[in-house]
């Protein structure tokens, strides 16, 4: 008895640590301000996506692929080889055209999740609105905290159109941040470039560094609007959105 009490008690120990070991290398993240367009699919239920760009997405790459909202990612130890340089090249693991998916579109090399659906090319991507010229306050929520890492971020250039594919000729790298990390988020601060208006994407790598050299990459949508002018009512709106979002971050 004592025998097999010994033999039951060590198999559910290695159970144990496979699960905990399954939830390690599935808990990652993604910007959920503003949100990622993987974060909004998960968010619009893949079991009965609200918007038609979800739904597509889901039957391109599965429900599976957008209940692991947090698993955009690759691994390329070329970035921690070569000194994770500012603005690392990351084309020729993510090339034209699938930037949002963060190249993860071959079935057979990544399979169960795919990302496809995160690259459809369509001005109806939901957006977050933010003001040119301003500070927008980033939120990335990681479901597991990896460090040491780099963070870079990149915004498609002022001649971009939602109706042309996400491709490196037209991404402008922004900054390297230092975030602050709380309670599994991290948060911090972009200059949204002047010379933005309109539809534009914000693209984020959270790189590790580590001799696996894993990256998290992050794709949000935004409507980015002119500051108005003092005494207008929409200058108003604006000041009280801002203080809003300044309000949330502070707490």
Known sequence: MAKRHYLLVSLGVALGGLVLGAITVYGHGTT???QSRVYKVYKSNPENPDFELAKTAVEM????????WNQVSRNIPDAV???????????????????ASGGRVDSDEFPGLTYRGLDQVSSEWPT?????????????????????????????????????????DQMEFLTRPDPVLED?????????????????????????????????????DL????????GSTLFA????LLCVARRRRSR
Request: proline share 8%; aromatic share 16%.
């Open 128 to 168: 977050t609105p933010v003001l040119s010229g301003e500070k927008m306050s980033i939120d990335f929520f990681a479901t597991a905290v990896h460090e040491p890492s780099v963070w870079d971020v990149w915004m498609t250039t002022s001649d971009w159109d939602p109706s042309t594919e996400l491709n490196w």
């Open 184 to 220: 599994n988020h991290y948060y911090f601060d972009l200059d949204v470039p002047e010379d933005r208006l309109g539809h534009h994407v914000l693209w984020i790598a959270w790189q590790r560094d580590d001799a696996v050299g894993e990256v998290f990459f992050s794709t949000s």
């Open 61 to 68: 790459d599965g429900k599976s692929s957008y209940y692991t």
């Open 223 to 230: 409507m980015i609007s002119a500051v108005p002018e003092p």
């Open 81 to 99: 080889n070569s000194g994770l340089p500012e603005g690392f090249d990351y084309s020729p693991w993510v090339p034209d055209g699938q930037l």
């Open 237 to 240: 709106g604006a000041a009280v």
């Open 32 to 34: 959920v301000s503003p």
